[in-house]
Structure formats: structure tokens, C-alpha cells
T-cell receptor, first 111, second 112 residues
Framework: GQNIDQPTEMTATEGAIVQINCTYQ??????LFWYQQHAGEAPTFLSY????GLEEKGRFSSFLSRSKGYSYLLLKELQMKDSASYLC????????????FGAGTQVVVTP | DGGITQSPKYLFRKEGQNVTLSCEQN?????MYWYRQDPGQGLRLIYY???????QKGDIAEGYSVSREKKESFPLTVTSAQKNPTAFYLC???????????FGQGTRLTVV
């Protein structure tokens, strides 16, 4: 199986930067996903990393180090609407699209 | 518009009853998935299907059943054997390569 760990909660102020770390242990790694989920709603896709390095998409960036089993999601210029749970999920080569999710990190943005 | 639709959004069930949650997609995706989410926890995989008429158990399949008679549809039945069915249920689908899973809006099931 896979172990996927991420912090339970993080708090930051509007306009600041927050970095959410995710560590994983798995065999046959085939990609790492980040999703945003607002309370009571479905997760929405943010990013996908399969190669080492940084992927930037507007205010959000995601980094992957396969050798370290480590990823982070960077949220810049935080807005109140960014208050949500951020889910790290790993896909393995034996699972053909199945995603194993971490428990999620609740980000609270304060004024 | 292409997408994945779950219904109903809220569902109440009496103890001892079976209930079926609907999931339909028009994205022409081969793979479909059912996840369960409990408060403060991540999504856990119940069942998944990679092709019509074939499906596999996920991590927490006990007390659930599925069917995949059509590519577009992947209904989930929560049976009376499921001891703690109250949860938020999410259906997802993925295409070839599966670099993104698309989620439905979810069904919140409450046992009363």
C-alpha cells in the first residue's frame, strides 16, 4: 500500500504564501495530483506532476522530487476564497488511474 | 456540456434498507471510480471499473455493490450490510492516460 502524509491544518493571512507538503511511500510511482476541495463540494483538479521539478500555474505551483517521495503545493497571494482543503493523491503504475489520497490539509486564510 | 453527474445530492436512508447512488458521465471515459469521504479523512476507494462489464474492489468494498452495464453509468448500491454508511460519496471518471480524474458533485448519504 501507500502512505501519504500531509499536515492537518495551516493558517495564513490574505496576500501571504503558504506551502503544503506531502510525503509518500509507494512502489511504481506514476504521478502525483493536487486537488482543492471546498466544504461539501467535490474536489477540483489543481495540478499533476510525474517528473521532478516545479510546475507553475498562475498563483499555484507544485513541486515533485521522486527520489525523496516529496511534493509541495505553493499558494501565492492568498485570497479568502483559497480557504479549503487541499488533497494530495498518488497514482501507481499498477492501479491504472486509481488515486490514493492523503487526508487533506485544511488551509484557513485570515484577513 | 461534458461532465459527470451524481444524483441525488442529499439522500436519507432508514437502517436496514439498500440505496442506490447514481453516477453518469458523458466524457467518453473508460474508467470510473467510487470514493467515500468521512469528516477529517481523505477519500477512500470503494470500487472502480476500467471497462464495461468489469469492476474491481477498492480498499473498502464491504457492504457495497456496483454494476457497469454501460460506459456512461456506474451506479453504487449501499447495502444493509454496510455498518456505517453515513458519508459523502464521490464518483469520478478518467480517460486514457488518466492524468486527471473528474469528480461529480457528490452525494451526501445519511442513515436515519
Amino acid at each position: 500500500g501507500q502512505n501519504i502524509d500531509q499536515p492537518t491544518e495551516m493558517t495564513a493571512t490574505e496576500g501571504a504564501i503558504v506551502q503544503i507538503n506531502c510525503t509518500y511511500q509507494t512502489s511504481g510511482f506514476n504521478g502525483l495530483f493536487w486537488y482543492q476541495q471546498h466544504a461539501g463540494e467535490a474536489p477540483t483538479f489543481l495540478s499533476y506532476n510525474v517528473l521532478d521539478g516545479l510546475e507553475e500555474k498562475g498563483r499555484f505551483s507544485s513541486f515533485l522530487s521522486r527520489s525523496k517521495g516529496y511534493s509541495y503545493l505553493l499558494l501565492k497571494e492568498l485570497q479568502m476564497k483559497d480557504s479549503a482543503s487541499y488533497l494530495c493523491a498518488v497514482m501507481t503504475t499498477d492501479s491504472w488511474g486509481k488515486l490514493q489520497f492523503g487526508a487533506g490539509t485544511q488551509v484557513v486564510v485570515t484577513p | 456540456d461534458g461532465g459527470i453527474t451524481q444524483s441525488p445530492k442529499y439522500l436519507f436512508r432508514k437502517e436496514g434498507q439498500n440505496v442506490t447512488l447514481s453516477c453518469e458521465q458523458n466524457l467518453n471515459h473508460d474508467a470510473m471510480y467510487w470514493y467515500r469521504q468521512d469528516p477529517g479523512q481523505g477519500l477512500r476507494l470503494i470500487y472502480y471499473s476500467q471497462i464495461v462489464n468489469d469492476f474491481q474492489k477498492g480498499d473498502i468494498a464491504e457492504g457495497y455493490s456496483v454494476s457497469r452495464e454501460k460506459k456512461e453509468s456506474f451506479p453504487l448500491t449501499v447495502t444493509s450490510a454496510q455498518k456505517n454508511p453515513t458519508a459523502f460519496y464521490l464518483c469520478a471518471s478518467g480517460g486514457a492516460g488518466n492524468t486527471e480524474a473528474f469528480f461529480g458533485q457528490g452525494t451526501r448519504l445519511t442513515v436515519v
